[in-house]
């Protein structure tokens, strides 16, 4: 093992793998009678795991020890729910490593290292291949496609804390860690109803406007500003596609009501993060000839989303239009004051739309077999019913 990786290991150990024993502990000794004694009892069962199989007994051996030993647990519903308990328990010790491998991400991992942005861009400096690079990226797009399913990600809730958790643990802030804890250990993982497609696109449009969308803009923004000109309007060099909602051959729950209501949940979730930025970069650009334009760009936002059959005209290249007369502003009057704000959004314009995510309609096979063999038994009509297929098709276009 080189330099690098042995550093890289014991970063982790370091800031990963002691602080979740030193969290874990907290975790353990939580105010809530039923965490507090699934814990203390998790560990006891740890402990009985390891010594029965160093015995070789089975693990229905194993665990009839166990309850022995240490419960008075005789009913089969008892001990169920106390293994149940234990699936719960160990669920929030997850999403507790998670929040710390996210808040020690950056210093685990080489930033700058082969496969980063920023490798690729010495790579590109060092053998003086800026032109290549621009060319390549006038076809070049990565498309990424959300799929999910519901044992796949946490609510949005879990998603919160994790969040937060993440960030107070990144700042070792002691008091906001145990609230997070005690808010995780009373929070469900799971509705007591199956979630429905558009639950499950819900779930994961939040990764859309909490991941996807900041990350993207500053992958946009790191590309031009390195190397200006390279990422043309027209090719933004990421695209999103999005299951949820319109698979129906992967869930036969999909109805056309469900995929109307996903995409309009789609183009309501950019539309929002578009205005809270905008919100955000009205406290920096607060000049003369801006703050007009940013009123109306945010008015013309809030009435698309907050307020029913207030939906405006509002269009991509609208956007851009009004983003664009700012830059302009900024340039021209204002000496470039916070111009990258601008172009930041602008990026993310270039890339989401209006749509947020383009998104994948899978029809369900057996309505592909009934089509066919209805035209399979109606040979005669099936030249003109496809001729008026294309009649009607070229009217809605």
Same mark, same amino acid.
């Given at each position: 093992?080189?330099?690098?990786?042995?550093?890289?290991?014991?970063?982790?150990?370091?800031?990963?793998?002691?602080?979740?024993?030193?969290?874990?502990?907290?975790?353990?000794?939580?105010?809530?009678?039923?965490?507090?004694?699934?814990?203390?009892?998790?560990?006891?069962?740890?402990?009985?795991?390891?010594?029965?199989?160093?015995?070789?007994?089975?693990?229905?051996?194993?665990?009839?020890?166990?309850?022995?030993?240490?419960?008075?647990?005789?009913?089969?519903?008892?001990?169920?729910?106390?293994?149940?308990?234990?699936?719960?328990?160990?669920?929030?010790?997850?999403?507790?490593?998670?929040? *710390?491998?996210?808040?020690?991400?950056?210093?685990?991992?080489?930033?700058?290292?082969?496969?980063?942005?920023?490798?690729?861009?010495?790579?590109?400096?060092?053998?003086?291949?800026?032109?290549?690079?621009?060319?390549?990226?006038?076809?070049?797009?990565?498309? *990424?496609?959300?799929?999910?399913?519901?044992?796949?990600?946490?609510?949005?809730?879990?998603?919160?804390?994790?969040?937060?958790?993440?960030?107070?643990?990144?700042?070792?802030?002691?008091?906001?860690?145990?609230?997070? *804890?005690?808010?995780?250990?009373?929070?469900?993982?799971?509705?007591?109803?199956?979630?429905?497609?558009?639950?499950?696109?819900?779930?994961?449009?939040?990764?859309?406007?909490?991941?996807?969308?900041?990350?993207?803009?500053?992958?946009?923004?790191?590309?031009?500003?390195?190397?200006?000109?390279?990422?043309?309007?027209?090719?933004?060099?990421?695209?999103?596609?999005?299951?949820?909602?319109?698979?129906?051959?992967?869930?036969?729950?999909?109805?056309?009501?469900?995929?109307?209501?996903?995409?309009?949940?789609?183009?309501?979730?950019?539309?929002?993060?578009?205005?809270?930025?905008?919100?955000?970069?009205?406290?920096?650009?607060?000049?003369?000839?801006?703050?007009?334009?940013?009123?109306?760009?945010?008015?013309?936002?809030?009435?698309?989303?907050?307020?029913?059959?207030?939906?405006?005209?509002?269009?991509?290249?609208?956007?851009?239009?009004?983003?664009?007369?700012?830059?302009?502003?900024?340039?021209?009057?204002?000496?470039?004051?916070?111009?990258?704000?601008?172009?930041?959004?602008?990026?993310?314009?270039?890339?989401?739309?209006?749509?947020?995510?383009?998104?994948?309609?899978?029809?369900?096979?057996?309505?592909?077999?009934?089509? *066919?063999?209805?035209?399979?038994?109606?040979?005669?009509?099936?030249?003109?019913?496809?001729?008026?297929?294309?009649?009607?098709?070229?009217?809605?276009?």
């Amino acid at each position: 093992m080189d330099h690098q990786s042995t550093r890289g290991l014991q970063q982790f150990k370091n800031l990963v793998g002691i602080k979740f024993q030193l969290y874990n502990s907290l975790f353990t000794s939580l105010p809530f009678h039923r965490i507090e004694k699934t814990g203390i009892l998790l560990s006891l069962l740890l402990n009985n795991c390891e010594e029965g199989y160093k015995k070789k007994q089975s693990p229905q051996e194993i665990i009839e020890d166990f309850f022995s030993k240490h419960t008075t647990y005789r009913l089969p519903q008892e001990r169920l729910d106390l293994l149940f308990r234990f699936i719960q328990y160990i669920e929030r010790q997850v999403v507790l490593f998670d929040a *710390l491998e996210d808040a020690s991400f950056k210093a685990v991992n080489d930033l700058g290292g082969v496969g980063t942005l920023k490798h690729l861009e010495s790579e590109v400096l060092q053998n003086n291949k800026q032109e290549e690079l621009k060319n390549k990226l006038k076809k070049f797009a990565v498309s *990424l496609v959300l799929t999910a399913h519901p044992t796949q990600f946490y609510p949005g809730s879990v998603l919160g804390i994790i969040n937060d958790l993440s960030n107070a643990l990144a700042e070792n802030n002691a008091v906001l860690i145990n609230m997070y *804890l005690q808010q995780l250990g009373k929070t469900p993982f799971f509705k007591k109803q199956k979630p429905t497609p558009y639950d499950e696109a819900m779930n994961l449009i939040w990764y859309l406007e909490n991941i996807f969308y900041p990350a993207a803009g500053r992958i946009i923004s790191f590309l031009k500003t390195q190397f200006p000109d390279s990422v043309s309007e027209h090719n933004p060099i990421i695209k999103m596609g999005f299951w949820p909602g319109g698979d129906r051959d992967g869930n036969p729950f999909v109805t056309a009501d469900i995929t109307l209501k996903v995409a309009d949940a789609l183009r309501g979730g950019i539309i929002k993060s578009y205005y809270l930025e905008i919100r955000k970069i009205k406290r920096r650009l607060t000049f003369e000839g801006v703050d007009v334009i940013l009123n109306e760009l945010e008015n013309d936002l809030y009435d698309n989303i907050f307020i029913p059959g207030q939906r405006t005209q509002l269009s991509k290249q609208g956007i851009l239009n009004s983003l664009n007369t700012i830059k302009e502003i900024i340039i021209y009057k204002h000496n470039n004051l916070f111009l990258h704000l601008i172009d930041n959004l602008i990026n993310k314009v270039h890339v989401f739309g209006l749509h947020f995510a383009s998104l994948d309609v899978r029809q369900e096979s057996t309505v592909h077999n009934k089509v *066919l063999n209805w035209w399979l038994l109606h040979p005669p009509l099936y030249l003109q019913d496809m001729q008026n297929f294309r009649m009607k098709l070229k009217l809605m276009l």
